[in-house]
């Protein structure tokens, strides 16, 4: 974990927040040492209580994946977390664990805004990475964007990461589609 603590610190400086998808919470106090901003919670512990319980004790906000959650357990969660007031500490975040654009379904997000009390965020795991600026349209209320170095080493996320050196140019071109939405 003593390698995060540049990243924060540059982060930091930078005037930016810094986030960790965390999935052992026994992490939780290094990470609220290193000064994390927010955490998010991977689409296969949206149901595991206990650990979202300790993520919401840190007061920090936590953002939820969806993934391929059935709407019975995003209902659920809903459930749980609206009757103690925690829907300005939760977002969710729509994704679906494909690369493929007919497996995108833009739609659940405002699906997801009517359907829960929380604000709802899109995440893409899609290959085709113009899918960020389709989404734009379904005004998600943050984005996830992956994003990877220029090393050689493969990632799980390579596929549908953005090389860092293209992120000036991909959240410029997100900012000035925002305005085409009126």
């Not at 206990?50 to 939820?64: G, M």
Request: glycine share 4%; with cysteine.
């Amino acid at each position: 974990m003593n390698h995060y603590s540049d990243i924060v610190d540059i982060t930091h400086k930078n005037n930016k927040k810094f986030g960790i998808a965390l999935a052992d919470y026994s992490l939780i106090d290094e990470c609220e040492k290193l000064g994390v901003d927010f955490y998010k919670v991977l689409s296969w512990d949206l149901n595991n209580y206990e650990f979202i319980d300790s993520l919401l004790e840190t007061i920090k906000p936590i953002y939820v994946s969806t993934g391929m959650s059935s709407i019975d357990e995003i209902g659920e969660f809903c459930e749980r977390y609206s009757r103690y007031y925690f829907t300005d500490k939760i977002t969710l975040i729509h994704t679906q664990l494909s690369f493929d654009l007919q497996d995108v379904n833009l739609k659940a997000i405002h699906y997801l805004d009517n359907f829960s009390p929380f604000n709802v965020a899109f995440g893409s795991h899609c290959k085709n990475k113009n899918v960020l600026y389709t989404s734009i349209g379904f005004q998600p209320s943050d984005y996830f964007i992956y994003v990877k170095g220029n090393s050689k080493h493969k990632h799980p996320d390579d596929g549908h990461a953005i090389d860092i050196s293209d992120l000036p140019t991909v959240i410029n071109n997100m900012l000035e589609m925002e305005l085409t939405i009126g």
